[in-house]
């Protein structure tokens, strides 16, 4: 007689996920009109049409009935700031000023644990409101900010990777740390957090101009003694920065071999932006699997410039979509594929709907070396899924009535969707979202 899981779920819907790179495979995608989703324990039990599957279901098991509605791998934004969250939509002239008018004044309240705490709760609220359910987060340079973080996403089942800005130079002396409390710091929190629950650690120096030769020397030792961490920074963003780099590195081929030279390519390293790389830079990444996290809402609203989607694919980088929150202008990442679609028009290029889902879902996961933990519905991955509505708004629900095709009402999503057609979002298989509620 089977073993019945205590925590067996089931959800009726429209399912969609990806065990493929819909630019590479033309089969990359299952798509299930009737489709049945079940959970156990957390994890993803099966997956397929529901006729296959619902005889499967032991009797009187309660079915989820989400029908008319469509269930995806929850989204992966893999470059966003919580700090930042209280200075969204800040006007500046560019990156730098930016910064300094409103960023760093922002992070120095994060001091404060309360403080701290209060940002992250809200900012957790906000990222499952929009259906990311994991995703890669710059703390401020003080290490409570990062307990807050993981306290915060701890106690709500999160899969969260997060880490301590590490910064030594041209910066306000009140957000300064130095080269060696920087990486004692980093360290600690390391072995606090780092495969506690479901929390994971990145180190985090911010980008180059603000850390000294030591600084960005200790990071790299850190990231050679615990190669499975991550480690996320910023490379090529802004023109301005851009030539600020070469200034401070002169002997650097480039703003990516900086990060080279002190072992910072590697597997679970996220270069937010990645802009202004050249081929060379594109075949580095490639070469030592790192990954770029794509930020069309904040390189438009800040003027620094249009991924190319085509350079990418052709050297073969690792992708995906963020936010870059507060830089970025919406926690959503349907937003996000809106003005990714739009830089690779401007661009020359296209970009399909399809690709645009997976790289927020499968796409993000293997980027972030996680493929098989999450990303899909493969049977043993982690149950994060949200559930998108269609008809929730009325210019979505007139639009997707005359829909003929996945791509049509997937692009419709990208184009006209936000926070509101997120019905619901699971971590886990819990339910920690429900549009509407709380």
Known sequence: MPIVPVTLQAYRASLLHFHADPAVTEEAHAWHADGLLIVAEGKVLAAGDYSALQATLPPGTHIVDYRGKLIVPGFIDTHLHFPQTEMIASPAPGLLPWLETYTFPTERAFEDPVHARNVAEFFLDELLRCGTTTAMVYGSVHPQSVDAFFGASEARGLRMVAGKVMMDRNCPEFLRDTAESGARESEELIRRWHKHGRSLYAITPRFVPTSTNEQMHLAGELARAYPDTYLQTHVSENEDE?????????QARSYLDVYDQYGMLRPRAMFGHCIWLDERD???????????????????????GLFDFERADAAKVLLSLATDVGGGTSFSMLQTMNEAYKVARLKGSYLPALRMFYLATLGAARAMQLEGTLGNFTAGTEADFIVLDKQSTPLLARRTAGCQSLEELLFAFALLGDDRAVAATYSGGQCVHVRGQG
């Open 282 to 304: 594109r075949a580095r990444m490639a070469e030592t699997s790192s990954a770029a996290a794509i930020c069309p809402t904040s390189n438009l609203f800040l003027g620094s």
């Open 242 to 250: 851009c030539r600020w780099v070469r200034e401070l590195h002169p």
